[in-house]
């Protein structure tokens, strides 16, 4: 089921973003696939996110950090239709917890958003600076910016916000589409990724303590 939640999202979204491609050759490349197949071989995935022995720790992150932006993006891509300005007015996970938007361009303060247009925002700013060679360098011997983890700890936490919406608000919707184990997989991934590098602040988890 979820591989043709997948296709229709990919046969009826026409704007669904291209996916970021690690070029052929490259380290980040190697890794990449080194990380895939660790994933599809039913490892532990307290395991799977450990950086391998010699590898950098930089490219490591800049992997991990793509292949859950285009993951997170694509399991959003399914629940969209669920998530509309009516449904979602708020950014929220629950009546708890709710995410204002900045950008520092558009969007100065902190700013009330729908759910929707949160998403919009965010899946568009993730995809400028991961297409940005002076963040996410790809050309080899080019070295990361100073600030990489900064802005990878960034990004993670609000792609947590995207778990939090869609498990507090569309979990109903992700269990008729039959997508439940793959969303649980994504999220477990994500999950030990970030607390294996202490990439987010362990008050940003708290919406989903109990999971």
Not at 53 to 67: F, K, L, M, R, Y
């Amino acid at each position: 089921a979820m591989a043709l939640c997948l296709k229709q999202v990919f046969n009826k979204d026409k704007t669904f973003r291209p996916r970021k491609k690690f070029e052929p050759g490259t380290q980040r490349f190697e890794l990449y696939k080194k990380a895939q197949a660790s994933l599809k071989s039913g490892l532990d995935l307290k395991a799977v996110v450990q950086l391998p022995p010699g590898e950098s720790i930089n490219d490591w992150i800049a992997v991990h950090v793509v292949d859950f932006f285009n993951r997170i993006n694509l399991i959003y891509g399914t629940m969209a239709e669920f998530c509309t300005e009516r449904s979602c007015p708020i950014m929220s996970g629950g009546l708890k917890y709710e995410y204002r938007w900045q950008d520092d361009c558009k969007y100065k303060k902190p700013t009330k958003l729908s759910a929707p247009q949160y998403m919009c925002m965010l899946m568009d700013w993730i995809e400028m600076l991961i297409n940005n060679e002076d963040i996410f360098p790809t050309r080899i011997g080019v070295p990361f910016p100073k600030q990489f983890q900064q802005v990878c700890t960034k990004i993670l936490t609000r792609l947590f916000r995207v778990f939090v919406h869609v498990y507090i608000h569309h979990f109903d919707s992700i269990i008729n589409m039959g997508a439940e184990a793959h969303v649980n997989t994504c999220y477990k991934h994500f999950y030990y990724f970030i607390r294996e590098f202490s990439l987010i602040d362990h008050r940003e988890l708290e919406p989903l303590v109990r999971m």
